[in-house]
């Protein structure tokens, strides 16, 4: 049994305490630690049957009972709370992204080359089932070599001005899922970015320095090349689509819906909107995801997602923003890292 | 160049206008005959280059360049004109059903033995491009051996109930098109049948002795069983669907539709109505059906839909009546022919 | 917390296990029992924090601190715990069917008057995403005066000789769940039906005296018709389909897949087969179903499936029966109760 | 009837001969001309009635009989017969592209300035019934302002490289239609265009100069995104697939099958693949942009895809392959005209 304590007992935190306790089998959360620990959190935790509550993160650093950590905090704290953990000699469950300073991440991985911990970055959804089936089917060699990669990734509403505002853009808030998503079903990396975005969804998004629709071109390292389109809303709900086309044949995948009926009236033929939104989309991913990284800890191999992996989607975010501020395609080469 | 004159103005007789003269490239048009010819009907046959218009048939059967006739007059007509044709040396294609009167299909059943004109009947449906890719996937060993065959027909309003009074009833009006498929998609005969049907849709159509919605289950001599559903009125409209299921796997055929488009809105995901009925629907399958009787004859190979398989559905069709008289199920042998 | 005792540990009891440890948060199990108890039963019961095992389960009878039971023993058990669990005081969940002999269904049902436990029927499939987003369409009016109901219901796989000689045949072993969906569905009960069936899948059923091929026509009480279409055997796996049609449109239910793939390649366009069996379509049910139970409990309200309820399926299946032996149209009034 | 000649006895100009002789009512075509005229293209010719043939089109030209030719000839040819028919006072219909010589198109313009003949462009999967659903349902304002237009389209065989070398480029070739399908399905002109391409399919296209693979974004003048993929050769046939994304919806078109057959079997759930290639797909729509022609002619109306409209996707192309060449975005106003 791996004991897990949980740092932030926000949304993500909430997230992953639901999908440990019900969904991984070889683990337990034993304890969570948030800055604003309230009796309201204490009696959510409890219902997981978690009785251990911190306000200050350390007191999980320093109980040697714990074998790992989620970091589940505000992302500007990830890569700090991430050293000391791997100096605890903690195994590491990083929600993404790592960081937006490339520094921290630079000290981040300065430090895992110095421990034996497992380091993985919550990328949830290359633990989907409909993407994971265009991975296997590609890995398979199904459709052949791979030419085209299309995602399309669609919010269904529009974050607050406040939140847009504190995000790190779009590309980075936002899109950073769907640049790992081409390099995971693609299977390689990205050379270069082409990005063209708009407000068009709400004006004040511009007026904060940000964009709510864009698409994306990506050169891949090996020929083939990536596209993703991206809106901040979409009225129908959470569309979360993708597509990769090859010599040998194309495998898509539609989204998920609550159910396959199909009302037919005089009005027409009716079926489900998409599932709502990321919770109701993708909880089995993240309860998946950490039974993987609890499974890479008990075996010792690799874990599914690891610190470079989580490092490619920024620095693409980085590029596709220069991209989009100078209207130019831009090389990953040329971030410096 | 096959010379066929049309008996018949009506509904059916000028869809075989529009089929013959837009798409059987081997046949052409040169008379048509109705008893209520007119300036009207005149003006119409024109438009197709057809300048021979007669009020009696009898003008077409006694033309010695007319190879072939095509009998769309009204149902009562069918046998009588078939015979007389049949004696002209006329090869004949006839819409279904033959005759309500089983007499009258023994006659002219007796009549084609003397003679070696085709004689084709008018279930277009088999030429459906849906209902032949059943066809072809069960005749070439997909599904395996058949066990189960099931037919959805329903159609988008009911009819009059004038035209329900000298309608034959449900089953021979209706019904007759899906006993034929199920024969069709099967390759195989019916040995008993059991018929449930009620008039809901129409109270008013149970006043005058018929139904207008019904299953209907089929005893097949190979030991499957069909089973169809009905109604004279599915306000999304005309619903024709169909399945085969087998020791091998399973095919069926959804409806088709004016576009593949998918409208997603706040209010749902909506696809297209099916093509409205049955001119929208199986246009394409009354010219096939013609083209495939020019062609027999031509080079005098068997009609796609002889004298025997159109008798068929009509005895099916007796017995259904017969089985939801008395609520039991009929053996086709019971029906005497 | 509702304090659960599973009486049970075969197939069906470790189901229920896994649903309500993992997903029903009000209630808990707190003893099985099983008359073959042994050290696996006991270390699989540990991993979901079960640690009271009984071979005999009068103890769990007997435990006043046990407000539940969940009767998962084999069918012909049932009834006489059934009585024994509401003589003590126990609400209880009872598998289907509840018996296979109409008598021991009256006696419970007689017991029930007596006491004021509740008592749920296990049909799991009403409680199905599919199956409840057609009966809300229906409830709704969305579809108008239910005219027909269709449920296919195909498994994977035909059952073991062994098992088809004690399953009580077909209709009361795989159809019973599908007079139940044609109930539900359609919110009335049954008059009458008709059978027609075959052993076309296996020879060897036929000769102990089964069959793995159906269809079921079923006149409820309202006048509107339901059809059934089942096989034991599916070799695409298992098809779960349902369609219920009425004045103002009909809604269907297709089978649910693993993902929502699709590879086209030179051979084809591809898609997922149905989800595989029992366990993967319809684990979610199972959960819900003693969710629903044990809220009924705690609120002290009707539950979803009673003894009525199921009683219903079970005459049906004697009524299809009979009119299999007999070939005619069966009334469910014939069946002595 | 209008009476119309041919000019171009190539694959498209027979195209054209079986849409106008079948389809478009009130239209005849009365003679063909072509450089290589001979006794296989008269005998063609007859077939449809057409017994006028021509090695010279002035032959044509000259026919105070004909109201209108169709420019079916070699693309370099278009624009200075368009002048000749222009200045001969016929109506023209002309393939596309009008002219890869951006100063012909000039000429051409400059002739249409004098005259009152009416000019429509071959850009004939305007008329495609998916498509126009989706136009119908952006000028009906059901998916509110345009934000995303995605189309997809693919070849199922890459051309020879000999056809390669005299394209003129994909962009100018294939793609010239999907510049103008963004067009008419957003109903907005390009503003600037950024092109991504490489040749995946076959390396000898690299050779020649070309590419068979591109993604390219195309800003519009309204500030909503274009996005185009394209392949030379989907080895599951013609994938012709358009979306277009907004404030209240999306609308996407799938492409058309043969059937809508679906087969199961232990190996799969198994559908159609698309109809081959352009003309299985694209017939309707040959045809139907004529009787749009002729209407227009008739009527004196404008005519649906006018000189203007032929003349945009020419400019996307150009500025395409310059986007291509420089690596970088490239505005329409750049392209000299």
């Excluded at 997230?15 to 009796?39: Q, R, S």
């Excluded at 895992?112 to 409909?130: I, Y």
């Excluded at 874990?303 to 992996?309: A, K, N, T």
Aim: hydrophobic content about 40%; glycine content about 6%; charged content about 25%.
């Amino acid at each position: 049994m791996i004991k897990i304590g949980i740092i932030g007992a926000g949304r993500i935190g909430r997230v992953h305490m639901e999908g440990v306790t019900t969904g991984v089998k070889n683990a337990t959360v034993v304890a969570i630690a948030d800055p604003f620990m309230n009796d309201d959190i204490k009696k959510w935790a409890a219902e997981y049957g978690v009785k251990t509550c911190y306000s200050d993160y350390h007191n999980i650093l320093d109980d040697p009972n714990i074998d790992a950590v989620m970091i589940c905090s505000s992302t500007d704290t990830h890569a700090d709370i991430a050293i000391e953990a791997i100096r605890a000699h903690k195994h590491v469950f990083c929600e993404k992204p790592i960081s937006q300073d490339l520094g921290k991440i630079k000290a981040v991985m300065e430090e895992l080359k110095k421990s034996d911990v497992k380091f993985q970055v919550g990328f949830n959804r290359r633990f989907d089932h409909n993407f994971q089936a265009i991975r296997d089917a590609v890995e398979a060699g199904k459709i052949g070599d791979v030419h085209l990669i299309r995602v399309t990734a669609r919010d269904p509403e529009a974050p607050s001005i406040d939140y847009v505002k504190s995000s790190g853009g779009m590309f980075l808030d936002m899109t950073i899922h769907d640049f790992d998503m081409v390099c995971f079903l693609s299977g390689c990396k990205v050379k270069e970015v082409y990005a063209a975005g708009a407000a068009l969804v709400n004006p004040d998004i511009a007026k904060v320095g940000d964009i709510d629709t864009a698409v994306i071109t990506l050169k891949m390292e090996n020929g083939s090349i990536g596209v993703i389109d991206n809106s901040r809303q979409a009225v129908y709900g959470y569309d979360q689509r993708a597509e990769v086309f090859g010599s040998k044949g194309q495998i898509n995948v539609a989204n998920d819906t609550p159910s396959t009926a199909v009302l037919s009236t005089a009005d027409g033929v009716i079926s489900d909107k998409p599932l709502y939104f990321f919770l109701e989309r993708y909880m089995a991913s993240f309860t998946k995801e950490v039974a993987e990284f609890t499974k890479a800890i008990e075996n010792n191999t690799k874990v599914p997602v690891d610190v470079e992996e989580g490092l490619q989607p920024i620095l693409i975010a980085i590029a596709a923003k220069k991209s989009l501020d100078e209207n130019r395609p831009v090389k990953i080469s040329e971030i410096k890292f």
